[in-house]
């Protein structure tokens, strides 16, 4: 089956009340399409209107009046107001008929008597969104807010694409929507959700991110990314001699005593001090092959020197949190390196297995963060690259079908 691209975008409102946790969790869960790219934007009034225009001429009708208290809504809501760009999270899937998997996910209004259009079914809109009438006759609408918005079909989703790509690649992938003085008394810190769980669908990621909504601080950048093992060696490179120091005596004393299980003789201090700068150093660095290889999805020992800047085999998301505070807050959820020894209710006591796959990463100082945020280059997104490139091969496509 054709492998085909659509999008979800979250809206203002649902990223203002930190809810963005759950709907990426709903999504995930309960689709078989890939998650290939995300970003936050904040839309222009130019671009604003263009897309609630493609929303009011979508040629499926989605229910009472929906396409154009959509386009309303877009205009009014997504788009600046009082000179502020508002932050929205757009989300971009591939795979088979993604339009009827997001759109069977996100929910349609169904007409009901009462005051509240409600969603059949546990839909992303059942739980989110609200169209509220003035009255019972439900011919005025007093409240509208739809959670989210997807495409109706995939016309409609290669229109949006198109309209998104031509105004994406200028756009950077940290959003500065605030008055100058705000940023005088905020932090930025990063923050990585690992690889572990990304290896099959799940909520894990909307949870994850559903926890760190906790510290009232705001998403300001995020995106999908496959970090190189270049990327990975220079992140985890400033660990590397502080892990050897603290590992290598640790499998010196190990492998004496095992020598000494095993032959059943007493071996002195000198000998486990040999082992310690041999054996001990030797684990010690295969050890941080295998946190490069976590990350990456590759040894660095089995990468070929051409292969270190190309993208690694392993996904995770890579997000940038703004406000006061920023990184000691996230850090509190976060939690200790160490899963079994973190607080309960932090994130690595929830999802951690042990040191190494514990869930998540957060910069530990600012001066880390803005370090970590050059190697992964937090500032650039790809997804208006992905898009071009869906894009050209649905072209070459329906050239080759006329």
């Not at 050897?244 to 005593?257: C, D, H, T």
């Not at 089995?302 to 997000?319: I, N, T, Y």
């Not at 040191?355 to 001066?367: G, L």
Request: net charge negative; glycine share 6%; charged share 25%.
């Amino acid at each position: 089956m054709e492998q085909s691209l659509s999008y979800v975008l979250v809206t203002p409102y649902t990223v203002a009340k930190s809810r963005t946790g759950g709907v990426l969790s709903r999504l995930l869960s309960r689709i078989s399409l890939e998650l290939v790219g995300v970003q936050m934007i904040a839309m222009d009034q130019h671009i604003a209107q263009a897309y609630a225009s493609v929303i009011k001429n979508r040629k499926k009708v989605e229910g009472f009046r929906i396409s154009d208290l959509l386009s309303s809504y877009i205009e009014q809501s997504m788009g600046p107001s009082g000179g502020v760009r508002h932050r929205s999270m757009l989300l971009l899937f591939k795979g088979e008929n993604p339009t009827e998997q997001l759109a069977n996910v996100v929910g349609s209004f169904q007409k009901e008597t009462g005051s509240v259009e409600t969603v059949i079914g546990e839909s992303i809109r059942d739980t989110y969104a609200d169209l509220i009438f003035t009255d019972e006759s439900q011919n005025q609408v007093r409240y509208f807010e739809p959670a989210v918005i997807t495409a109706q079909t995939q016309e409609e989703a290669d229109a949006t694409l198109r309209l998104l790509h031509s105004w994406l690649g200028n756009q950077s992938n940290i959003i500065v929507n605030r008055p100058a003085e705000y940023y005088a008394d905020v932090e930025r810190t990063l923050v990585i959700i690992k690889p572990d769980n990304w290896e099959y669908a799940s909520s894990r990621p909307g949870m994850i991110i559903d926890m760190f909504s906790r510290s009232g601080l705001r998403i300001v950048g995020i995106k999908v990314l496959k970090m190189s093992v270049s990327q990975a060696l220079q992140f985890y490179g400033p660990t590397k001699d502080g892990l050897k120091a603290k590992l290598a005596p640790i499998y010196g004393m190990q492998a004496r005593e095992l020598l000494e299980h095993e032959f059943n003789v007493h071996l002195n201090v000198q000998l486990q001090d040999i082992l310690t700068n041999s054996f001990g150093d030797m684990y010690s660095e295969e050890q941080f092959e295998r946190i490069v290889e976590f990350m990456a999805g590759i040894k660095p020992s089995d990468c070929k020197a051409e292969d270190l800047d190309k993208p690694g085999l392993v996904k995770c998301m890579v997000l940038v949190y703004e406000g006061k505070d920023a990184v000691q807050k996230v850090r509190t959820i976060l939690g200790a390196t160490d899963p079994n020894k973190a607080a309960a209710g932090t994130i690595r006591r929830e999802f951690g297995s042990n040191i190494r796959v514990n869930a998540a990463h957060a910069s530990d100082s600012t001066e880390n963060a803005v370090r970590e945020m050059s190697i992964l280059k937090a500032e650039e997104n790809f997804c208006s690259s992905l898009i071009e490139s869906y894009l050209a091969t649905t072209n070459a496509s329906h050239r080759s079908d006329s």
